[in-house]
């Protein structure tokens, strides 16, 4: 049944100024509609965004402690409903059920990490060069923020933005992606549920095109965060730039596995298969290319073929499932265009390549797990991010050689090498140009207590998540307090005579 979804501005939930509506279907079955959810326009916008302006003073000025205690309450909600949250995330995005339930996982973990940070967003107390002075820089909100997020994740990439934006005494409108909007709104409810004031989190649904830029570009906006294409990603950061914002922008991938003659081969193609056709390949971490060291390039390119051979495909809410559908009709498109290229470029297609058009499928957008071999660095499949169940198997000569064609990518948001030769895992480790390196494990399944972000295309601004250099330094900024208790004037850097 389809649930019938509300903005949330100011406290209140309430449809969209004019009224239009948009739906939401499951890709699994279109004829399935999760929600119908407003067609927000600018003037819906507007008041989000001066609501949470309304509400930043007292946010600011409540302990964090206190606001660290409802978002702890906002990860006990989000525990008690993450069966049902999982399943909702499955039916609107298309992930298998195991996933959808890691999705609103990730959701917890980064609320209790955040919830803990409220007795922490510790800066510095550090002494002067002047008697009777006292010096120290601590942690303050920037504003009133506006959040951006795809639908890959429909609750835990949100997650990572709502937590530490509040923990950080920020107010937020929130515009998650309009194809996952109902999982968007069950988050927000829970966060609700959990005692946040009004106006604190404000929920605006919509498309990219008619809200998307209006909102990160509002002159009573103070900063963005934003996930989604790296091409979303460049252009409102120009924008922003140009009126004085905070962006921070995760973008696209085309991460990399390195599997050399010593790894262990077999380790390495359950970490291709999880890597590459996790979440039908619609993650920006997604293992999109496995270079593979010469001497093992054949028996590797057939076990893996024969592995992804076994995957079933389906609707993710059935236990069978390995691999789900794609998010809509467009990206069915642009993936079975990429599976064209790649055999036009002259790439090898070893399994898969096409649609799935029996009874069980048509309802919904299925591509077959695909492989491709012999593909050259210099191929548009092995360059452009396709997002979606389509892998590229490279050649390398050497460590050097993998090490080349994995930074020869203008992305560099994650990468891998299977190896058991400590010197190859250091010196990869060392070399790799991509914001996230793992050893001996594929290219996704980044933990929330470190930074996540990427280099080149990848990122833009500050990273995601926990950790130093985590996202608090995207929603704080640093403030400097001098404190001059000598009841005289004290000159720094002045040599009196
Ligand atoms: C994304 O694909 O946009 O590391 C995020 C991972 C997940 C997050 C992916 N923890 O694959």
Redesign the pocket.
């Known amino acids: 049944m389809a649930e019938e979804i509300k903005n949330l501005i100011g406290g209140r939930w309430q449809a969209a100024a004019e009224g239009k509506t948009l739906k939401s279907v499951n890709p699994a079955d279109t004829d399935d509609v999760v929600g119908v959810v407003p067609a927000s326009t600018g003037a819906d916008v507007d008041r989000a965004v001066d609501a949470a302006r309304k509400a930043f003073n007292a946010w600011r000025l409540t302990p964090p402690p206190k606001r660290g205690e409802i978002i702890f309450r906002a990860a006990e909600h989000l525990l008690k409903n993450k069966d049902s949250l999982g399943e909702l995330v499955t039916r609107e995005m298309g992930k298998i059920l195991k996933e959808g339930l890691g999705d609103v996982q990730?959701a917890i973990d980064m609320a209790y990490y955040m919830a803990g940070e409220g007795r922490r967003l510790s800066g510095e107390t550090v002494p002067s060069e002047l008697a009777d002075k006292d010096c120290k820089s601590f942690r303050v909100p920037i504003g009133v923020f506006a959040l951006i997020t795809?639908w890959?994740?429909p609750t835990?990439?949100p997650a990572w933005k709502i937590f530490p934006a509040l923990i950080s005494g920020n107010t937020v409108v929130f515009k998650p992606s309009s194809y996952t909007p109902v999982s968007a709104t069950r988050l927000v409810e829970l966060i609700v549920e959990a005692g946040i004031p009004a106006g604190v989190i404000n929920l605006v649904h919509g498309t990219g095109t008619e809200i998307g830029e209006y909102l990160a570009t509002h002159p009573a906006i103070d900063g963005v965060s934003f996930?989604g294409s790296s091409v979303v990603g460049e252009k409102l950061s120009k924008m922003c730039g140009t009126i004085d914002k905070e962006i921070s922008c995760?973008m696209g991938?085309k991460n990399a596995i390195i599997v050399m003659e010593d790894g262990n081969l077999e380790l390495a193609v359950e970490g291709a298969l999880w890597g590459g056709f996790g979440?039908t390949g619609?993650?920006?971490?997604?293992a999109s290319r496995v270079v593979v060291h010469e001497p093992v390039y054949d028996g590797f390119v057939k076990t893996f073929a024969a592995e992804a051979e076994k995957l079933t495909l389906g609707d993710g809410l059935n236990e069978k499932t390995d691999v789900g559908p794609l998010i809509n009709e467009a990206q069915l498109k642009k993936v079975l265009d990429y599976i064209e290229i790649g055999k036009k470029e002259g790439a090898r297609l070893v399994i898969g390549g096409k649609r799935l058009t029996a009874d069980k499928y048509k309802k919904g957008f299925f591509v077959e797990p695909t492989i491709f071999a012999d593909v050259t660095p210099d191929m548009r499949i092995a360059r452009e991010e396709i997002f979606g169940p389509v892998v590229s198997v490279l050649k390398a000569g050497d460590l050097k050689d993998a090490i080349e064609i994995v930074n020869s990518s203008e992305y560099g948001l994650?990468s891998a090498i299977y190896t058991q030769d400590v010197n190859s895992s250091a010196v990869a480790e060392r070399d790799l140009d991509t914001g996230?390196v793992y050893i001996n494990a594929p290219?996704?399944?980044?933990?929330?207590q470190l930074p996540?972000g990427g280099t080149k295309k990848s990122g833009l601004g500050h990273k995601e998540a926990g950790g130093r250099g985590g996202a608090l330094d995207m929603f704080t900024k640093w403030k400097v307090i001098y404190r001059d208790f000598s009841n005289m004037l004290q000159k720094a850097q002045i040599t009196e005579e």
């Open positions: 990730e795809p890959n994740f835990a990439i996930t995760e991938g979440t619609q993650r920006c971490t997604a994650s996230i290219t996704i399944g980044a933990e929330i996540f």
